[in-house]
């Protein structure tokens, strides 16, 4: 039986670790925290991953989480457009927030049904080696103790900041989209508990969005220039700079609840390669991505899908044909992955050009609402978004046979 180490339990890690597991491989599934609570991860859920988890078989119904009412665009404090999410169209895939932690747990214990998956969380990381040309240990640290594991594979999942990456000495070819965003969360108004709608908020000063979880909190995105987070800000009064009104009178009446941020360091390139004889990277670890429309968590559970079509089959073989497989399943998501970037790419322009935001909004702020009312710029719109929605290539997985438990 192959051995596979798979490093990182987020979305991708954990679903990718599932379907091996399920299939038959030996899998241990290496995570940095002790609990999935944690860390801050996006939660928002598009079709293309929602339709990714149906076909693994992975059912979110009863995982709390909730779909999106409405998308709505504000310019200078002022709702200039709003478009439905066609709920009843998309049904189970129509775009929702899930909780991440909730999901991770569930998944993990799906995978614990089979005695050859491993979970190990509080696992560090520390090195790779290499024997005749090819990765085959991992080393680090187990809630505080050395440990050495050696794999056939070696898989990093470990996200934006991949160890994997680093140690492997690949190198990261960054694109010209680089900020921070800081991730707030505190209590909805009693108003929206039960209601999730999309707020896409801009003013010259600040881009931002919010929206009412699953749990009835607000997560509220800030978006800083590279450098311009300062812990000594008055958050209250900065967040409320673009909002519309009574998201601005919420966050004076929440004020002491806000609290310190989640920041995330925003870089998106790609891995001038995904693989090397031994070793495997998939999702942000291989394409780090905008947070644009969470193309993130989304596109890397296509990446496991494609990932899980090659190598179920060629683990049951030998190190060739896993090498193969790895340098296939690169091949077979670059298109779709460069094709997302430069989607997320032209919506990023203007959004932090300090240069022509003012004009910009000044264009939105007079014509948006004159034209946003209407049926056919609603339908325009998520039109516009249909590849980021949907995703830009076919992804099915294959029918692989299932471990029987006895």
Request: proline share 7%; aromatic share 6%.
């Amino acid at each position: 039986m192959s051995k596979v180490i798979i490093v990182g339990a987020g979305p991708a890690g954990a679903t990718l670790a599932y379907l091996l597991a399920r299939a038959g491989t030996d899998v241990t599934l290496l995570e940095r925290e002790t609990n999935f609570a944690r860390v801050f991860r996006g939660e928002a859920m598009m079709p293309l991953g929602l339709e990714a988890l149906e076909q693994m078989g992975i059912d979110i119904s009863q995982l709390p989480h909730r779909r999106i009412d409405s998308w709505d665009m504000h310019v200078a404090n002022r709702l200039i457009f709003r478009v439905a999410e066609p709920q009843a169209e998309l049904g189970s895939r129509a775009v929702c927030v899930l909780s991440q932690p909730a999901f991770l747990t569930h998944v993990t214990t799906l995978a614990q049904q089979f005695p050859n998956f491993r979970l190990l969380q509080g696992a560090t990381v520390r090195d790779l080696g290499v024997e005749n040309g090819r990765f085959t240990t991992i080393s680090g640290t187990h809630n505080g103790q050395p440990f050495t594991q050696t794999a056939d594979l070696i898989i990093g999942c470990d996200g934006r900041g991949s160890i994997v990456r680093t140690r492997a000495d690949i190198k990261l070819n960054l694109l010209p989209e680089s900020y921070d965003v800081l991730w707030f969360r505190f209590p909805a108004p009693p108003a929206l508990h039960g209601k999730t709608s999309v707020y896409l908020m801009g003013s010259v000063k600040n881009t931002a969005l919010a929206y009412n979880s699953h749990d009835d909190h607000i997560r509220y995105a800030l978006l800083l220039p590279k450098g311009g987070y300062d812990r000594q800000r008055n958050w209250a009064d900065e967040l409320a700079e673009p909002a519309p009104p009574w998201l601005a009178d919420h966050l004076q009446t929440v004020r002491g609840q806000i609290g310190e941020p989640s920041k995330l360091n925003v870089i998106v390139g790609r891995a001038e390669s995904w693989h090397k004889p031994g070793l495997l990277l998939l999702g942000d670890a291989a394409h780090p991505m905008s947070p644009i429309r969470a193309q993130g968590i989304n596109l890397a559970l296509r990446d496991v899908i494609v990932a899980a079509n090659h190598l179920v089959p060629a683990l049951q073989t030998n190190h060739t044909a896993i090498d193969q497989a790895a340098a296939h399943i690169a091949a077979e998501r670059l298109p779709e992955i460069e094709r997302a970037q430069a989607l997320q790419l032209r919506e990023a322009r203007g959004q932090m050009n300090e240069r022509w935001k003012p004009l910009l909004i000044a264009i939105a702020k007079t014509t948006a609402p004159l034209v946003g009312r209407y049926q056919w710029a609603q339908t325009a719109w998520l039109s516009q978004q249909h590849p980021l929605r949907f995703g830009t290539v076919p992804v099915e997985l294959r029918p692989h046979p299932h471990v029987t438990l006895e």
